[in-house]
């Protein structure tokens, strides 16, 4: 399914080969049943197959690290309605993902920048209407995160846990996948299920 890669793969990456012109694989190109154009940034998104593995943790270390190594990251909170990455980042955030589906505000409106230069958008905490989002609202989230990527050498989406519809659509639109799990037998069998 995906390459197998250690996470030093990912955090050890040249500057120049994530800011040049990139050539998407024959993969991406051929996908028909994509639910969204993959991304032209280097987008890696962080999965899990139950709850309580790390992931979260992971994928903040993870986009502290890339800022460390001089690349500019933003981390997009795709556990939606149970976003919780502003918390490890130390930023409480005005406004989230679900004043942009309200309309009240652009993508661009809801980054901040952490304290650690991670940028940040969060995915609302509370709202159990964002966990499973209409075809129309997803594919206006991929489009707005778009308009993000000429800002960013890396996306990294930290997904819910599972395998959602939701969760699978974001995976068809990222680079590379981590899938985060711990040494006991339940996660690991559903984290071989993504």
């Known amino acids: 399914k995906f390459a197998a890669r250690s996470l030093k793969d990912v955090t050890h990456v040249r500057l120049d080969d994530l800011r040049a012109t990139r050539v998407l694989s024959p993969s991406f190109e051929n996908r028909k049943n994509a639910a969204v154009e993959p991304a032209r940034c280097h987008v890696i998104g962080i999965a899990s197959g139950k709850g309580g593995t790390g992931k979260s943790m992971m994928t ?7 800022v460390k190594e001089g690349l500019r990251v933003l981390l997009f909170d795709a556990d939606l309605g149970l976003a ?38 969060c995915g609302g ?9 209409k075809d129309t ?37 990222v680079h590379d996948v981590i899938i985060v799990t711990t040494p006991e037998v339940s996660a690991l069998r559903d984290a071989d299920r993504i």
Do not use: T, W
């Open 137 to 173: 609202e997803f594919h206006h989230v991929a489009k707005s995160l778009r308009a993000l990527e000429a800002a960013h050498d890396i996306i990294l989406v930290d997904l819910s846990a599972g395998i959602s519809s939701q969760v699978m659509k974001f995976l068809d639109a």
């Open 60 to 66: 903040v270390n993870l986009a502290v690290s890339l």
């Open 84 to 121: 919780n990455a502003h918390l490890l980042l130390g930023v409480m955030p005005e406004h989230d993902l679900s004043d942009v589906l309200y309309g009240s505000k652009n993508l661009s409106d809801v980054v901040v920048n952490s304290p650690c230069g991670v940028n940040l958008v």
């Open 125 to 133: 905490s509370g709202f159990s209407e964002l966990s499973e989002l």
